[in-house]
């Protein structure tokens, strides 16, 4: 008789996989969207609460530090209690959260929403990966993982979209009176991302579905047979001599940092570090490209907002671009190559914009290298390392520490994007724009040398 993963790997693709799929790309989403629309927002709580540079970085750093919270503490918990019942819980607190920031008082309490908000974000990725690693055949795993997790693009197109819509309204309606925007477009923005929050939560009820793996793992075989009749949508009969034995008995934390799954750990996370402090380090960068392709000299505040949406959009279309060539490639090519190769043009990015400095300012040659040298970036790492190490985190453990073993990697992640985003600016003022680039490009060359090496060490991987 068959066991589940061989009968999993012969499947077609149900409609519970594509609900399935759909619940998590449309939490990738909507944490694409959150990430995006508070620097969006910022400009108008700036003005409307008398921000401090502190506080102002306060509120941008909350969301990622809860994130790495999150990921590090809910993607343990989500081994425990179950993939559905953390989801639950997840989209409850992305809910609520999100609600309480849009009628956030004053600063205070708007950092600590925020940083609910991001608790919220960091547990999507771990239940996320989780959820689709298991549950779809193996031959289409990489590009419905990858398909998901390119949703934080979309994400972040309709958080620009958002502001483009709400301050224009603002504009129409307010245009003379602009303390209404600065009072309450920041509001709009963030409580359009409520209503896409209940908008998830209403797929979430319609898909009440535990992962048979996981019920595997923890051997209650009668509940999994009927998780799995119900996701292959044929009567499928899970018991223990159809299951291997090692996967009767489930891995603790702790197995993480053993012998046996230290070197995946070490994969799963350290490269995940390394691309976060990049990605983030190089929004020091952005808001030059930002400003000479939303011609920010507008003096109109309002007008001012929507020409840097609108600037946006644009770079994050090539964010896009670089997803969409990941799901294409990710099975010709492979993770391993793709992570390798992406880390390298990433490097060869970094490279390029720190030559720029090299010539005038404002001139051809250093907006036209700014340019190409920053779309190149987000090109190969959305089409390797933002997409392959989401991918990874998922692949490089058992079913009973997948959740844990991703939610560490993304933890650690995020650890990098704090460092990222707020200790290279500081770096930044005694050794410059060009040498914190080199730095930068020197972390994504070790990423790949890191990936390769540490591939060669995996004890677990499952890829096919």
Same mark, same amino acid.
């Given at each position: 008789?068959?066991?589940?993963?061989?009968?999993?790997?012969?499947?077609?693709?149900?409609?519970?996989?594509?609900?399935?799929?759909?619940?998590?790309?449309?939490?990738?989403?909507?944490?694409?969207?959150?990430?995006?629309?508070?620097?969006?927002?910022?400009?108008?709580?700036?003005?409307?609460?008398?921000?401090?540079?502190? @506080?102002?970085?306060?509120?941008?750093?909350?969301?990622?530090?809860?994130?790495?919270?999150?990921?590090?503490?809910?993607?343990?918990?989500? @081994?425990?209690?179950?993939?559905?019942?953390?989801?639950?819980?997840?989209?409850?607190?992305?809910?609520?959260?999100?609600?309480?920031?849009?009628?956030?008082?004053?600063?205070?309490?708007?950092?600590?929403?925020?940083?609910?908000?991001?608790?919220?974000?960091?547990?999507?990725?771990?239940?996320?990966?989780?959820?689709?690693?298991?549950?779809?055949?193996?031959?289409?795993?990489?590009?419905?993982?990858?398909?998901?997790?390119?949703?934080?693009?979309?994400?972040?197109?309709?958080?620009?979209?958002?502001?483009?819509?709400?301050?224009?309204?603002?504009?129409?309606?307010?245009?003379?009176?602009?303390?209404?925007?600065?009072?309450?477009?920041?509001?709009?923005?963030?409580?359009?991302?409520?209503?896409?929050?209940?908008?998830?939560?209403?797929?979430?009820?319609?898909?009440?579905?535990?992962?048979?793996?996981?019920?595997?793992?923890?051997?209650?075989?009668?509940?999994?047979?009927?998780?799995?009749?119900?996701?292959?949508?044929?009567?499928?009969?899970?018991?223990?001599?159809?299951?291997?034995?090692?996967?009767?008995?489930?891995?603790?934390?702790?197995?993480?940092?053993?012998?046996?799954?230290?070197?995946?750990?070490?994969?799963?996370?350290?490269?995940?570090?390394?691309?976060?402090?990049?990605?983030?380090?190089?929004?020091?960068?952005?808001?030059?490209?930002?400003?000479?392709?939303?011609?920010?000299?507008?003096?109109?505040?309002?007008?001012?907002?929507?020409?840097?949406?609108?600037?946006?959009?644009?770079?994050?279309?090539?964010?896009?671009?670089?997803?969409?060539?990941?799901?294409?490639?990710?099975?010709?090519?492979?993770?391993?190559?793709?992570?390798?190769?992406?880390?390298?043009?990433?490097?060869?990015?970094?490279?390029?914009?720190?030559?720029?400095?090299?010539?005038?300012?404002?001139?051809?040659?250093?907006?036209?290298?700014?340019?190409?040298?920053?779309?190149?970036?987000?090109?190969?790492?959305?089409?390797?390392?933002?997409?392959?190490?989401?991918?990874?985190?998922?692949?490089?453990?058992?079913?009973?520490?997948?959740?844990?073993?991703?939610?560490?990697?993304?933890?650690?992640?995020?650890?990098?994007?704090?460092?990222?985003?707020?200790?290279?600016?500081?770096?930044?003022?005694?050794?410059?724009?060009?040498?914190?680039?080199?730095?930068?490009?020197?972390?994504?060359?070790?990423?790949?040398?890191?990936?390769?090496?540490?591939?060669?060490?995996?004890?677990?991987?499952?890829?096919?």
């Amino acid at each position: 008789m068959k066991n589940f993963a061989q009968q999993l790997d012969e499947s077609s693709i149900t409609r519970p996989m594509w609900l399935l799929w759909s619940l998590s790309a449309s939490l990738i989403a909507l944490d694409g969207f959150d990430f995006f629309v508070i620097g969006i927002a910022l400009p108008f709580l700036k003005i409307d609460f008398g921000l401090t540079p502190t @506080d102002t970085a306060m509120i941008a750093v909350s969301a990622i530090a809860g994130a790495l919270v999150g990921s590090l503490t809910l993607g343990a918990i989500t @081994d425990k209690i179950g993939r559905q019942k953390m989801l639950l819980i997840d989209v409850f607190l992305l809910i609520t959260a999100s609600l309480a920031s849009a009628l956030s008082p004053n600063t205070t309490f708007l950092i600590v929403t925020r940083f609910l908000v991001g608790v919220g974000i960091g547990a999507d990725y771990p239940i996320s990966v989780a959820y689709i690693t298991e549950n779809v055949p193996s031959r289409h795993r990489g590009r419905m993982v990858i398909g998901a997790f390119a949703f934080q693009g979309v994400g972040t197109v309709i958080g620009a979209l958002t502001g483009i819509i709400v301050i224009s309204y603002f504009q129409s309606v307010y245009g003379e009176t602009p303390s209404f925007a600065i009072h309450y477009a920041w509001r709009w923005m963030l409580g359009i991302g409520v209503l896409l929050g209940f908008l998830v939560g209403i797929l979430r009820l319609k898909f009440l579905l535990e992962s048979p793996s996981y019920y595997i793992s923890r051997g209650e075989y009668e509940k999994a047979s009927e998780s799995a009749s119900v996701l292959l949508e044929k009567e499928i009969i899970i018991n223990a001599e159809t299951e291997p034995i090692s996967d009767q008995k489930p891995l603790q934390y702790t197995a993480l940092f053993s012998s046996e799954y230290r070197i995946n750990t070490l994969f799963a996370s350290f490269p995940w570090f390394l691309q976060d402090i990049a990605t983030y380090g190089i929004g020091i960068f952005t808001p030059t490209i930002i400003a000479f392709l939303a011609l920010n000299n507008e003096a109109d505040f309002l007008v001012q907002q929507i020409k840097s949406a609108q600037g946006a959009i644009v770079v994050d279309s090539f964010l896009v671009l670089g997803f969409i060539l990941a799901v294409l490639l990710i099975n010709k090519w492979g993770r391993i190559f793709l992570q390798v190769t992406g880390f390298l043009g990433m490097s060869f990015g970094l490279f390029i914009l720190a030559t720029s400095s090299l010539f005038p300012e404002q001139s051809m040659a250093n907006i036209g290298l700014i340019i190409g040298g920053f779309f190149l970036f987000n090109l190969f790492m959305n089409a390797g390392p933002n997409s392959t190490t989401f991918l990874l985190s998922g692949e490089v453990f058992p079913s009973s520490i997948r959740a844990s073993g991703a939610g560490l990697a993304g933890a650690i992640a995020k650890a990098g994007a704090i460092l990222g985003a707020y200790l290279l600016p500081i770096i930044q003022e005694y050794i410059g724009v060009k040498n914190v680039l080199f730095i930068l490009c020197g972390c994504c060359f070790l990423g790949a040398i890191t990936t390769y090496y540490l591939s060669t060490k995996l004890t677990y991987f499952k890829e096919k």
